[in-house]
Nanobody, 115 residues
């Protein structure tokens, strides 16, 4: 089992930056894939970025070049650095961990980008 705790959300103006953190209750090197997802009001939850235990990353087209996902094994934490934020990035951001066939979610953190 994995517990995930997100932090770092908040209110920022368009063009600004935020860094989200997802602290895991176990070594992230033992987690197959960790990802960030987001859900805006009235929208489906969508993948933002993910990173494998081997360090491979992939991103949604809408955030490529602006967001960076990274992991710190020593802190059991995955980060999402978000730059050049846009109002359309406003959503609740969730961290997800995939361990074999099981998936675990954090409680989410709100990101609001004002124009």
């Amino acid at each position: 089992q994995v517990q995930l705790v997100e932090s770092g959300g908040g209110l920022v103006q368009a063009g600004g930056s935020l860094r989200l953190s997802c602290a895991a209750s176990r070594s992230i090197s033992s987690i197959n894939v960790m990802g960030w997802y987001r859900q805006a009001p009235g929208q489906q939850r969508e993948l933002v970025a993910r990173i494998t235990s081997g360090g491979r990353t992939n991103y949604a087209d809408s955030v490529k070049g602006r967001f960076t996902i990274s992991g710190d094994n020593a802190k059991n934490t995955v980060y999402l650095q978000m730059n050049s934020l846009k109002p359309e990035d406003t959503a609740v951001y969730y961290c997800k961990a995939d361990v074999r066939i099981l998936s675990y979610w954090g409680q989410g953190t709100q990101v609001t980008v004002s124009s």
